[in-house]
């Protein structure tokens, strides 16, 4: 789930913004109705009053005023705390108190969900900012990791200071077993759209040795980031994204033995698009899903049916535990995982004789309109200018046989898809590359797009070319 905006804040001890920071606020906090402070001790009534006030004045001194600030605590009302959080412009998690109570609370008021689907600002510090992450470790309790809120992948240590030598330890423990970003007070990560920017001091942690983040290390941290863009348009990826040919699956199947008493792993199913011809086979069917927003997407297509299973995680780091499938599949997920980790792990998760099969969609339109074809590539070199590279279009389907597996087929089928102009921008829409061009490029350019299809006659025909590749465990 990625939302418009995130911030992850260590800390503020002169209860003030530091200006670079006060300046991506006043960037983009452009709606500003309501703004909800939820405390990190429920109980603390004068104390979550006055840090309340005291951080809103924070923003109103930047000339960031709300129409309305409240916190959200013990005294709030379930029924109001969900409306509350449902209607916030910007959402504060505050610090001050313990991780998990804060997360208790918003599971007790009902909000939890609530939370999980704005489209508010979300800003975290101290204990609200390690809260924010996938995985979380509240050092003043326990150094055991808990799963926190799943909106970064940044487990974060606060208020990091290297003369604090029992903080300072605690950090490097915590790092042993995963990586760690340290920061000192004045210092956030912002995230929006698969973009990572990085203000102040930060420290990347791993293995007990610290070192200052890096251009390199942040560039890393929004290639991960990237990986989740998808999560932001479930509606629209399901609506818009490619579909694979029967005829493709009708093969897949009978190669892969695929039926009743197989189990069958499908990497990132997104919303779908390759799902239900495996899962009609009534075979034993288990996805896993990174975004949560497509994860819930995939649940309320499928969740009751009686064969068919998913989590909400991330392939790379997730423990299936002794699970093996006679086949493993992707379509158009694998590239996103380092090839390593994606032929060795799925090499392990596979039975003997097991099968791995890697699916994409090759298109092109030229060959239908040659004029429309040479518009479109002028409003390409015009606007076509990413944020954020796209850089995972070398995987090497190939190379499995390097990590073990028998040769590698592959297989074409043929498909066609028709747009007019409207869906056409829309199908664009979903390209993740196309997600992070920045504005007023991204507008200019979808509207150049739209025209050129109007102008072509309201359409568009896709020719595509589904490749599959095959490859198998050995017996």
């Known amino acids: 789930m990625r939302k418009e905006l995130l911030g992850v804040f260590s800390g503020f001890p002169e209860h003030h913004f530091p200006e670079e920071i006060a300046e991506r606020l006043r960037a983009e906090l452009t709606d500003r109705d309501s703004i909800v402070f939820i405390t990190a001790c429920p109980a603390a009534y004068e104390q979550n009053d006055a840090d309340c006030e005291g ?20 005294r709030t009302d379930p029924e109001k705390a969900r409306e509350l959080v449902k209607q916030a412009d910007c959402i504060f998690l505050m610090g001050g108190g313990v991780c998990k109570e804060q997360l208790a609370l918003l599971r007790e008021k009902g909000c939890y969900d ?7 600002a979300i800003f975290g510090v101290s204990a609200g900012a390690m809260n924010m992450a996938c995985q979380t470790v509240d050092f003043h309790d326990s150094l055991e990791a808990f799963d926190g809120l799943g909106f970064t992948n940044l487990t974060v240590s606060c208020h990091h200071d290297e003369t604090d030598t029992w903080r300072y330890e605690q950090t490097l423990r915590m790092s042993e077993d995963r990586i760690v970003y340290a920061m000192e007070d004045r210092s956030a990560f912002f995230i929006k759209k698969g973009k990572i920017d990085a203000i102040g001091t930060i420290c990347r942690v791993k293995n007990r040795e610290l070192r200052a983040l890096s251009e390199e290390d942040r560039k890393e941290l929004e290639q991960d980031e990237f990986r989740r863009i998808f999560d932001t348009i479930p509606d629209q990826f399901d609506k818009f994204r490619p579909r694979y040919s029967e005829e493709l699956f009708a093969f897949l199947n009978a190669e892969a033995g695929i039926g009743p008493g197989k189990r069958v792993l499908e990497i990132g199913p997104g919303t779908g698009q390759a799902t239900e011809p495996v899962l009609r086979t009534g075979c034993e069917y288990h996805a896993i899903e990174l975004g949560e927003h497509l994860y819930r997407k995939m649940k309320e297509k499928y969740g009751d049916l009686p064969n068919f299973h998913i989590v909400n995680d991330d392939f790379i780091t997730h423990d299936f535990g002794d699970m093996q499938f006679d086949m493993i599949y992707s379509a158009a997920t694998i590239q996103w995982i380092p090839e390593e980790v994606a032929f060795s792990k799925t090499f392990d998760l596979l039975k003997p004789g097991g099968v791995l099969a890697m699916m994409l969609t090759r298109s092109e339109y030229r060959s239908n ?8 590539q002028a409003l390409y070199e015009r606007y076509y200018k990413p944020d954020i590279p796209y850089m995972h279009g070398k995987f090497r389907y190939l190379a499995a046989p390097e990590y073990g597996y028998t040769e590698v087929t592959r297989h074409e089928f043929s498909g066609q898809r028709a747009f007019d102009a409207e869906e056409y921008v829309a199908f664009s829409g979903t390209h993740c590359d196309h997600m992070v061009i920045p504005e007023p490029l991204r507008t200019e350019f979808f509207e150049g797009l739209r025209k050129a299809v109007l102008d072509a006659g309201d359409r568009i025909v896709f020719n595509d070319t589904y490749v599959l590749y095959l490859t198998k465990k050995p017996d």
């Open 55 to 74: 951080m809103y004045e924070m923003f109103a001194e930047q000339g960031l005023p709300y129409g309305m600030h409240t916190v959200l605590d013990q």
């Open 114 to 120: 609530a939370l999980k689907d704005s489209h508010a």
């Open 369 to 376: 309109n040659e004029a429309l074809y040479e518009k479109i």
